[in-house]
């Protein structure tokens, strides 16, 4: 009984998860695009995983303007990224959340030192059901980073794999929130 209430709930996860990704590419998905300040986002982030990954810190650049995102999509954005950190690379790996400014773009990071993720794999993995987990350890369902980059692009935004020569690092990238000079906002009016 143990066993099948087991796989059901795992069953149970995969079809939310399928769904999910499924919204993601629906014409009616639907982001709230609003100012996310890089620093409380990552401090809310770090705090929430801190019990399961044990080496987690973040670091934030001097004058990183808000983002302008999704914040509960771009917090399951990180979610997934974390949970990926947490199965490939353990629950004892360093990770390092960062964000800083890339042109019109704010630059977020999740760097691990893990065993990281095979060069022939990078494009790979941001496909349905694509897992490099070996065998006989906890495996996913190889939807999160396909959601995370249909998510992304439906904010404007991109995720990619960073060339690495150990662990994974993942950018993410949301455009800036771009504010008018004052000056611009009294001639509008």
């Given at each position: 009984?143990?066993?099948?209430?087991?796989?059901?709930?795992?069953?149970?996860?995969?079809?939310?998860?399928?769904?999910e990704l499924g919204r993601t590419q629906s014409v009616s998905f639907q982001v709230q695009k609003?100012?996310?300040?890089?620093?409380?986002?990552?401090?809310e982030v770090r705090a929430a995983w801190s019990s399961r990954l044990g080496r987690l810190t973040?670091?934030?650049?001097?004058d990183v303007p808000d983002a302008l995102a999704d914040a509960l999509i771009l917090r399951r954005v990180f979610d997934n990224l974390l949970l990926n950190s947490?199965?490939?690379?353990?629950?004892?790996?360093?990770?390092?959340l960062q964000a800083d400014q890339s042109g019109d773009f704010v630059r977020f990071s999740v760097a691990d030192d893990g065993p990281g993720v095979p060069a022939s794999e990078a494009e790979r993995i941001f496909d349905p059901f694509v897992t490099l987990a070996?065998?006989?350890?906890?495996r996913?369902?190889?939807?999160?980073?396909?959601?995370?980059?249909?998510a992304l692009a439906a904010m404007g935004g991109t995720i990619s794999l960073a060339p690495s020569s150990s662990g994974a690092m993942f950018i993410v990238q949301v455009p800036?929130?771009?504010v008018l000079p004052r000056q611009g906002r009294e001639e509008d009016q």
């Amino acid at each position: 009984l143990g066993t099948m209430q087991s796989q059901g709930e795992e069953l149970v996860r995969m079809i939310d998860e399928l769904l999910e990704l499924g919204r993601t590419q629906s014409v009616s998905f639907q982001v709230q695009k609003v100012p996310v300040d890089p620093g409380e986002f990552l401090e809310e982030v770090r705090a929430a995983w801190s019990s399961r990954l044990g080496r987690l810190t973040s670091v934030v650049s001097p004058d990183v303007p808000d983002a302008l995102a999704d914040a509960l999509i771009l917090r399951r954005v990180f979610d997934n990224l974390l949970l990926n950190s947490s199965i490939h690379a353990g629950t004892h790996a360093s990770v390092i959340l960062q964000a800083d400014q890339s042109g019109d773009f704010v630059r977020f990071s999740v760097a691990d030192d893990g065993p990281g993720v095979p060069a022939s794999e990078a494009e790979r993995i941001f496909d349905p059901f694509v897992t490099l987990a070996a065998s006989g350890t906890r495996r996913t369902h190889g939807l999160g980073l396909a959601y995370c980059r249909a998510a992304l692009a439906a904010m404007g935004g991109t995720i990619s794999l960073a060339p690495s020569s150990s662990g994974a690092m993942f950018i993410v990238q949301v455009p800036a929130a771009v504010v008018l000079p004052r000056q611009g906002r009294e001639e509008d009016q």
